[in-house]
């Protein structure tokens, strides 16, 4: 079936290092895919997304691409700030109507 | 504003009762959603309901229940017959056509047991 995994955190930083959180995904066909945020206490946020091969999400200064040839959908970030320190969730979604979250990854951001 | 609307917050629960977690939305979605999500476990599909008076069970529907009366509502159930109900309980929503669309989260809603 269809799967989505993470690498695990914690993930710890310095402020303004660079980031990269490591996403790969099982699935038959074609799914979009997409990368939630929770921070402390609160619902998701959908963070961006990608729905087909070779596209780049971005919102915030993160960005992801689709990688189909490595069924990968890698978080990446320039230069973190204290304020990204959350749970961090790769998920996708096929025909199903079901999304399917990977099981997060806390980054954590020191002045 | 548009958004889904979960209550309580926090809810506490002795052994043995039944507790009811309310999710409304006003996006006028068609699919609803139930998660549960534990630490380190991410989060899981308890139920989920594609259009009014249907819904299917999603990987953990034992020791719950819900109904979809109404386009807006997705009540969820948590009963006496789950055997570990601690857990922080996430309700969503989105467009039901295309795989294209994310979903959209409530704040969430804690249950406790003592």
């Known amino acids: 079936g269809n799967s989505v995994t993470q690498m695990e955190g914690p993930v710890t930083l310095s402020e303004e290092a660079f980031l990269t959180i490591n996403c790969t995904y099982t699935?038959?066909?074609?799914?979009?895919l997409f990368w939630y945020v929770q921070y402390p206490g609160e619902g998701l946020q959908l963070l961006l997304k990608?729905?087909?091969?070779?596209d780049k999400g971005s919102n915030k200064g993160f960005e992801a691409t689709y990688r189909k040839e490595t069924t990968s959908f890698h978080l990446e970030k320039g230069s973190v700030q204290v304020s990204d320190s959350a749970v961090y969730f790769c998920?996708?979604?096929?025909?199903?109507?079901?999304?399917?979250f990977g099981t997060g990854t806390r980054l954590q951001v020191f002045p | 504003d548009g958004g889904i609307t979960q209550s309580p917050k926090y809810l506490f629960r002795k052994e043995g009762q039944n507790v009811t977690l309310s999710c409304e939305q006003n996006?006028?979605?068609?699919?609803m959603y139930w998660y549960r999500q534990d630490p380190g476990q991410g989060l899981r599909l308890i139920y989920y309901?594609?259009?009014?008076?249907?819904?299917q069970k999603g990987d953990i529907a034992e020791g719950y229940s819900v109904s979809r009366e109404k386009k807006e509502s997705f009540p969820l159930t948590v009963t006496s017959a789950q055997k570990n109900p601690t857990a922080f309980y996430l309700c969503?929503?989105?467009?039901?056509?295309?795989?294209?669309?994310?979903?959209?989260f409530g704040e969430g809603s804690r249950l406790t047991v003592l």
């Open positions: 699935a038959t066909g074609y799914p979009s």
């Open positions: 998920a996708l979604r096929e025909n199903t109507d079901k999304l399917i």
């Open positions: 996006l006028n979605h068609d699919a």
């Open positions: 990608a729905t087909k091969a070779d």
């Open positions: 309901s594609q259009i009014v008076n249907d819904f």
């Open positions: 969503a929503s989105g467009q039901r056509s295309a795989n294209t669309g994310e979903l959209f």
